[in-house]
């Protein structure tokens, strides 16, 4: 297969990628404690993700901490639905288990080759505010969406933000396709698809 865009958005890649998965179940009791995993498994700057039970933190990942906003308090681990940490290059997945926790690291550019399937996918919010080099996303239903670095120009047709997932494709037995592994890799803008941020 040869790396290359589809007419629905969709592009074709191949690559090289490992996972580990080995980390056992984890006990996070204090935010302290989770700040401590991210940091002896994501030693790279990127982008955090949090799931939480009762609402969607996005914040930047620098220096082994999450950079929160203004004076946000860290949340408690235990409302941690799903987390990511990622950038360009890897992504370190967390997700509840039964009140505890399993994680699994992705590693592009080194591994097994694979194919995999990128996609932007548009995120809610059609208005912009810029605060604090924190940009406020909202709908006109009361969506809201807070980003940590600043966007300019944003409007409903031309420069939504989005945010890129690369889809990792498996094999069964019978030789059919489908996706086995997703991540999350950097936020773009408009029909560009230029990547914001930073990463």
Do not use: H
């Not at 996070?28 to 990127?46: H, M, P, R, Y």
């Not at 996609?119 to 809201?144: A, K």
């Not at 980003?147 to 990792?168: A, Q």
């Not at 037995?173 to 890799?185: I, K, P």
């Amino acid at each position: 297969m040869e790396n290359g865009k589809t007419k629905n958005g969709l592009k074709l890649i191949q690559l090289k990628s490992s996972v580990k998965n080995d980390y056992g179940v984890k006990v996070f009791t204090e935010f302290i404690e989770l700040e401590k995993f991210l940091a002896d498994n994501f030693s790279t700057n990127g982008f955090m993700i949090a799931y939480l039970d009762y609402k969607v933190i996005i914040r930047k990942y620098e220096n082994s901490k999450i950079v929160f906003w203004n004076n946000e308090e860290p949340f408690s681990p235990e409302f941690i639905q799903k987390l990511r940490l990622f950038n360009d290059k890897r992504e370190l997945f967390i997700w509840r288990n039964e009140g505890k926790w399993k994680a699994k690291l992705r590693i592009d550019e080194e591994g097994e080759e694979v194919s995999t399937i990128e996609s932007n996918q548009v995120l809610f919010g059609t208005v912009g505010n810029i605060e604090n080099g924190f940009t406020i996303l909202t709908e006109d239903r009361g969506t809201e969406i807070i980003l940590p670095f600043e966007i300019k120009g944003i409007d409903t047709k031309k420069n939504r933000v989005k945010i890129k997932t690369r889809n990792y494709i498996n094999y069964n037995e019978l030789g059919q396709a489908g996706y086995g592994d997703c991540r999350f890799v950097e936020f773009t803008l408009g029909i560009e698809n230029k990547t914001i941020g930073g990463n």
